[in-house]
């Protein structure tokens, strides 16, 4: 197992061989590219990430312990198969699009001005997770737990209010008006 700590990595092209096994902690990595990379048993605590490509990658039992990403590429990831243990993710201005969350507890997730285009949090617990200013075209939310989670200027926001769990969520009105039409309700 290869281990690193305190350094950072600024454009590097990494492969699978390299990050394999790996731990990295307190690691900055900057415009990295780990495009179809297979993360098999690596660890990532209090790391942060900028501008790096995670498009095409395989997470198998990867940990993300206390780990920022900004302005990453991270398109159609699965999520489900990582390690669970000390789970804490952020994500600002991430393109996380066709990403999969199923299952996972993400609560206290800040996905700020990400978009989340056609992303599945099916069985997902959100609590307290923060949507704020997202894209959420054509994401699903079936029986997923949202209670606490703030959507204040989310965009494309769909939910089946009788199939997810949504106490205290935090919506503007203009959104609180279209979440309550499939009701067939008349507003004056």
């Known amino acids: 197992m290869k281990d690193y700590y305190e350094q950072t990595f600024e454009k590097k092209h990494w492969t699978s061989d390299e ?6 902690e307190a690691c900055t990595f ?11 048993d690596v660890v990532f605590e209090d790391c ?21 990403f900004n302005a ?21 201005e991430c393109i996380l699009d066709y990403s999969i969350f199923t299952n996972l507890d993400v ?3 800040d ?21 704020q200013n997202c894209n959420l075209a054509d994401a699903t939310f079936d029986r997923t737990n949202l209670e ?13 209010l009788a199939k997810n769990r949504l106490k205290k969520a935090v919506f503007n009105r203009e959104q609180a008006v279209e979440l309550l039409e499939r009701f067939d309700l008349v507003f004056e």
């Open 107 to 109: 609560s206290s997730t």
């Open 72 to 92: 990453c590429k991270m398109s159609g990831l699965n999520f489900e198969t990582i390690n669970p243990l000390g789970l804490a993710m952020t994500f600002k």
């Open 30 to 40: 900057q415009n990295c590219n780990f495009e179809g990379v297979n993360f098999m």
């Open 19 to 24: 990050v394999g096994g790996g731990r990295f």
């Open 148 to 160: 606490k989670a703030d959507f204040r200027g989310a965009r494309n926001l769909r939910l089946d």
């Open 111 to 131: 996905f700020g001005e990400s978009s989340l285009v056609d992303c599945d949090f099916s069985g997902a617990a959100l609590q307290r997770s923060d949507f």
């Open 48 to 68: 942060q990430f900028e501008s790096c490509n995670f498009s095409g990658s395989f997470l198998s039992d990867i940990a993300f312990r206390t780990v920022n």
